[in-house]
């Protein structure tokens, strides 16, 4: 198998950030007022659309957990609400300020700069690197738990998801922020919101914090989870349920970034630059210096991205503070200078909003210089002259029905130098129709891309593993490895830099078993595993990713097996797919077809047949049909209704005696509806296969000559000595044991089958008859004359263990002599020579 395999050498998208769209009907939920009982109603709702299946409800003021992805060695990417680090900087969870109602402050980051801050429940990703907190978002110095710390204050100058409807002075802060405006709930006082833990279906944590949203009516849920791939990917997902009425808004999503392995506490403002993934797809920030110019160690790389279809339309890299409204892009190039008024990225009820800040800046463009390598070239700032970097994101405005559910999903990932964000993307294309449709007998090119997105680093392939689905059948000739069956299992043991990708490609068929093994909704599934390891440390980790694949439900549709038993050695076993046997077994056949679609078979012929090689030969009168038998594998079976089992049987003799193995595929040819030509053909599901076994090793001759050929002679009254012209056939043996043996031959001119001729004998007095040139190691003639006796055909003998061993050469042509007597009558003559072997001693 040969798997089609290319590395371009392009910058793809780092991660994916994703936004979908969904509908879906409920009852509506009488809303008086925020409580515990009704917000948990709410999140159940919510629950059945964000993969979670086990969330449990944390109460009382709980603490936040922390859920970890591993990069390599002992780094990790972290992901938590709230608090994730004590005061000396090593990772530590138990902030429970999280589900505590969030408010609106200030915080001072340089002489003429502020920004506005939400306190409690912040999203907060990070780097775990050897147990030491590695802030990828903005921390402030004390935000932190325990003694003297301010836990409340994680990630406090990040607004996280806000819903904008129309333009907003304090843009996202006081009037539309999602947190700072969930309704306290009733029964709790001071309590905004119900914390939730529990697994994917990997068995990696996943939280959630849901409340009611007031403004707009709505409740509202927010999930943080790993990537299902296994990558170093944190999923940032906002789930929108609207039981009551039709609402409007538009999603935004703002972060303070922060890379910096000293947790923020020595600089309040990260100078980071901040690039553009191209094709529209986001950005991404490498680490920069502290305030002394000193390069940060080690060095840290974050992407944001929306890869996926229906991501996140815009986004906009910007600095942090004043102007503090998150659809400004900042100052240009002091911090006396007026805002930026191109770009920016406003609220818009327009799709074709030509206010879209950084979306279509191309790949690598600086997102906080403008005018990049012109003269008018300048840099983004603050207030202050800095560049406080951050960024917001922006989807369309979003029309909500009643009782409907809507999510939006950012991802996020993060990696230090060294170490690689290998991802993988599994797709397939239908390469006999493009109008969305996959059916039975198609073609299915399935690509599995693997990327490296890391810092400094190497990212190598050990296996890639990909067993079909019932219903998909690998087309050998496609791939690389076609090993356990129906299964792509190969070692590329390539090495993928960064911004690198490789790929791999097969074909598959949707094969006719196909509509019985789909899924409720119509659907197959096809899953694929990759595993690698950052090169030259021994992490391997496993990738997967899955496509569903629906598939129609044909007219005709069938099953057509073939099945087997031995009968010598297990009469009364279970037909299967695969038996072994040896020489002389007798093989049982079972061959069903049953269809149950709306199309019926008017006109059916079973065709089969065993090859010369096949080393099986079948039974005679073996073939049974319909209550009659055949000799051979030709059966016309007319028409066959549908919803019954119909069923062929035939038996078959093994004849090889070498090991081998040989599958057996039988053949419908039929007509459909009303149709009595054969039109059509169909083969088994799989191949019936027995597996020949080497035939216990006995001592034997296997093969013999079937003539001796001396041509024809006028004796003329002389008396005449023949050498042979040919000999007809082989003379074989098999000796078991590894020891001196002989090969011999005898003729008994007054025994049963004397040379003669209508019941003549050839020689009539006691003279010699037959003579064989016996074999000696120098070669010269020996000829020995043949009698009842056996005489060795070789003088020296052999020796040792042979199988299937061929000694034609020792009686072959020019090594046979007969006697022809002068008086001898004209005729045809026969006669019949005997051979023996048996073991010798040793001398």
Same mark, same amino acid.
């Given at each position: ?325 998150? #659809?400004?892009?900042?100052? &240009?190039?002091?911090? /006396? +200078? ?7 990225? $406003?609220? %818009? *009820? ?106 400094? #680093?190497?990212?190598?392939? &050990?296996?890639?593993? /990909? +067993? ?7 087309? $050998?000739? %496609? *791939? ?115 269809? /149950? ?247």
């Amino acid at each position: 198998m040969k798997v089609i395999k290319s590395i371009p050498k392009v910058l793809l998208a780092f991660l994916t950030s994703l936004f979908v769209f969904f509908i879906f009907n409920h009852s509506e939920i009488p809303i008086h007022a925020a409580s515990s009982d009704a917000i948990n109603t709410s999140a159940n709702v919510m629950a059945q659309y964000d993969g979670i299946t086990n969330w449990k409800l944390q109460r009382y003021t709980p603490s936040n957990q922390i859920g970890e992805i591993p990069i390599g060695g002992n780094v990790s990417l972290g992901y938590t609400f709230g608090a994730a680090r004590n005061a000396s900087g090593k990772v530590t969870g138990g902030d429970n300020t999280i589900t505590l109602s969030s408010t609106i402050g200030s915080a001072k980051l340089g002489p003429n700069s502020s920004a506005p801050t939400i306190n409690n429940s912040k999203i907060n990703i990070f780097l775990n690197n050897n147990g030491k907190y590695y802030g990828i978002l903005h921390q402030g110095d004390s935000s932190y738990i325990g003694s003297g710390g301010h836990p409340e204050r994680a990630s406090d100058t990040s607004i996280d998801f806000a819903l904008i409807t129309g333009k907003q002075d304090s843009y996202f802060y006081n009037d539309m922020n999602v947190l700072a405006n969930l309704e306290t709930i009733s029964s709790e006082p001071g309590s905004s919101k119900l914390f939730y833990t529990g697994t994917d279906a990997n068995g990696r944590p996943a939280y959630k914090l849901a409340g009611y949203y007031a403004k707009k009516s709505v409740f509202v849920q927010i999930v943080l989870k790993a990537d299902p791939s296994g990558a170093p990917i944190v999923w940032r997902e906002l789930y929108v349920y609207n039981p009551n009425g039709p609402a409007q808004y538009q999603t935004f999503y703002g972060e303070d970034t922060g890379l910096n392995p000293n947790n923020n506490l020595t600089d309040t403002v990260d100078s980071v630059p901040m690039f553009a993934i191209g094709d529209k797809k986001g950005l991404y920030l490498r680490s920069g210096a502290d305030s002394n110019g000193v390069n940060y160690d080690p060095a840290s790389k974050l992407f944001i991205t929306n890869d996926v279809a229906g991501g996140f339309k815009d986004f906009m890299g910007r600095t942090l503070t004043n102007p503090g409204n998150w #659809s400004i892009k900042g100052r &240009s190039g002091s911090g /006396n +200078a007026s805002s930026i008024t191109n770009p920016t990225l $406003p609220w %818009t *009820s327009s799709p074709n909003e030509t206010q879209n800040g950084d979306t279509n800046l191309p790949a690598n463009s600086n997102l906080l210089v403008l005018n990049e390598n012109t003269p008018q070239e300048y840099k983004v700032v603050d207030s202050d002259g800095r560049q406080d970097s951050a960024y917001t994101l922006r989807w369309p405005q979003t029309n909500s029905a009643s009782a409907s559910v809507e999510r939006f999903v950012s991802k996020i990932g993060a990696t230090i130098s060294g170490y690689a964000i290998p991802t993988m993307k599994l797709t397939y294309k239908n390469m006999n129709r493009n109008d969305g449709t996959n059916q039975v007998n198609d073609r299915l090119h399935f690509n599995i891309s693997v990327r490296n997105d890391g810092l400094n #680093s190497n990212w190598t392939i &050990s296996r890639i593993l /990909n +067993a079909m689905p019932k219903g998909l059948t690998i087309d $050998p000739k %496609t *791939s690389v490895s076609l090993t356990n069956g129906n299964s792509i299992d190969y070692n590329p043991n390539s090495s993928i830099e960064v911004g690198e990708s490789a790929d791999f490609s097969f074909d598959a068929i949707i094969d006719n078993t196909a509509p019985y093994n789909l899924d409720s909704k119509g659907n197959l599934t096809n899953k694929a595993s990759v595993f690698g390891n950052n090169s030259g440390q021994n992490d391997t980790r496993e990738l997967t990713d899955s496509v569903t694949i629906p598939v129609q439900i044909p007219k005709f549709k069938y099953r057509f097996t073939e099945l087997l038993r031995n009968e010598t050695t297990d009469p009364n076993g279970t037909f299967t797919n695969k038996v072994t046997a040896q020489k002389d077994d007798i093989i049982d056949y079972k061959v069903d077809f049953v269809s /149950n679609g709306s199309s019926i078979v008017s006109n059916a012929y079973f065709y089969n047949k065993f090859e010369a090689d096949d080393g099986l030969e079948l039974v005679p009168n073996s073939v049974a049909w319909n209550g009659n038998n055949y000799n051979t594998m030709d059966v016309p079976m007319g028409a066959l209704r549908n919803n019954q089992t119909y069923t062929v049987t035939f038996k078959a003799k093994v004849t090889g005696i070498s090991q081998k193995t040989t599958s057996n595929s039988a053949s419908l040819i039929y007509g459909l509806d009303g149709d009595t030509g054969y039109s059509n053909r169909m083969d088994v599901e799989e191949p019936a296969i027995v597996d020949i076994q080497d035939a216990p090793q006995t001592t034997a001759i296997t093969e013999v000559p079937s003539g001796i050929d001396f041509g024809s002679v006028n004796s003329a009254g002389f008396e005449r000595l023949l050498k042979n012209i040919s000999t007809t056939g082989n003379l074989r043996i098999t000796h078991a044991a590894d020891s001196p043996f002989q090969v011999s031959v005898s003729y008994d001119n007054d025994g049963d089958t004397p040379i003669s001729s209508n019941g003549n004998k050839l020689v009539q007095d006691d003279g010699n008859t037959l003579l064989l040139n016996q074999a000696k190691k120098d070669t010269t003639d020996l000829w020995k004359p043949l009698n009842a006796f056996p005489t060795a055909i070789n003088f020296d003998g052999f020796n040792g263990s042979y199988k299937d061993l061929d000694l034609t050469k020792y009686v072959g042509k020019n090594k046979w002599q007969l006697r022809v007597p002068a008086n001898s009558q004209a005729g045809q003559y026969n006669g019949q020579v005997t051979w023996s072997i048996e073991d010798t001693l040793a001398e």
